[in-house]
């Protein structure tokens, strides 16, 4: 198992070396910059759209289910256990730094998410079944002008697709959970397999409208709670937040400044927290894997711009929010570095627990155990539907996909008894294969990414421009 884990970690390093990180933000700065940083401008916008009742309706356009419940059930595959455990082990293998590089990531993965998205409703089909089916595979095959390479590339993202989904979606998920019931319920980690395995067979068996009608309930309730319980512990330990933050930016670029010894059990290096920092940005928000497209096809919308603006509010939720609340409790928290009872250095799922404790009590750990539960539980159902609709582009026979389901499930059980080390490394370069196609499209589809932009934005101008002279007449009447 060493040998194992010593080889997946050594191909973990080369595939998120300097050119997979060039790759990743580069294509999120150019596409920013080409549409004039247009996703920033409008993520007012697109907040409004999120929130907005019509979003929870079918009445505009067609599609399958409503455009709050495709990007629930988007989030349920990104807020997961990268908000929790992704953050801490970014913290802990590069730094507090690596949470400014998350952000980093996030700022720029907000047009990467945005783009993928449009393009999968613009280049989206209808199957046998009468379902919307889409994402980056479909793209490739109807947006590109030579069809072969659109094919070729299409087949590989298809094919990294269902690969990622036994890692980044299911593996991880399910070891964090059992790491979490078993630490602080003291739960057997064949028990949590076992339920996790039977829990998620039994809903994702309903299809996309099983699942979003889990996600659309589950979602919101596990984020607002969780984001709560971090603003309880940034209140109760506030005077500890400004060295937090000291540490996460100043060690961002000079760690030296600090000290590089500072934390302990943690060698800081700044080109090891921007690694890591984007690697789990990557892992939480899914910016630029192409993921959230795929669910974002199913969505009921008259305008592929309005349903990209929509999906892309995911990558802000999920990192500026989420994943922030956690870092800065870490960072705050003062124990980064250092060990437990045994020896051992905190990390992972431990060492978020440990911050929650520090300013809360032992409670914190429970609130952690139970954002945990929800949060990967319901990133493994969001994802079982990514996988199957890329299985499904490669195979559309109904035996074949509900084979993958009953697969799917089952690995569940292996990810719950698994090493961390060797199931986030394991992930890592699943995300990178599944990104490269993806990254590729996007750069190719740059032009009609920006012509849909460019449309689109009188659209927007007109729709502000109604709801400002509505606003008077409420008030007069």
Sequence with gaps: METLNNIVSAVDSFVWGPVMIVLLIGTGIFLTVKLRFRTWRNLGYALHSVLSKEARSTGRGTGDVSPFAC?????????????????????????????????????????SKFSECMLAVKYRETNARGEMVGGPAFTMKNGFRNKKVGAALGFLFALFGVIASFGIGNMTQANSISGALNTTFGVPLWVTGLIVTVLALLIIVGGIKS?????????????VFYVIAAVVCLIVGFRNIPSGLYHIFVMAFAPKAVGG????????SVMNEVRYGFARGCFS????????AITAAAATTDDCVRQGYINMTGTFFD???????????IASSGVLGTSDGTGTPLQGVNLTMAAFAAFIGPIGRYIVSIGI??????TIIGWEYHGEKCFEYICSNRKAIMAYRILFS????????????????????????????NLICLLVMSGTIKQEVDRYQAVIEQEKSIAKAAKPEAETA
Excluded at 84 to 93: D, N, P
Excluded at 211 to 223: C, G, K, L, Q
Excluded at 373 to 378: E, G, M, N, V
């Design 71 to 111: 990007l629930c059930t988007a989030l349920a595959a990104t807020i997961g256990t990268g908000n929790i455990v992704g953050v801490a082990t970014a913290m802990f293998a590069g730094g507090p730094g690596a949470l400014f590089w998350m952000e980093v990531c996030a700022a720029f993965g907000l047009t």
């Design 211 to 223: 699942i979003s009608r889990v996600s659309s309930v589950v979602v919101p309730a596990m984020a």
């Design 319 to 329: 990192t500026t929010i989420v994943c922030t609340m956690t870092g800065l409790v």
């Design 261 to 268: 010894g500072v934390l302990g059990a943690i060698t800081v």
């Design 410 to 437: 089952l690995v569940a059980y292996v990810g719950a008894t698994q090493t961390l080390d060797l199931v986030w490394n394991f992930s890592d370069i699943a995300n990178a294969l599944m990104a490269i196609p």
């Design 373 to 378: 539960i929800l949060f990967a539980f319901s």
């Design 285 to 292: 928000n899914e910016a630029g894997m192409g993921s959230a």
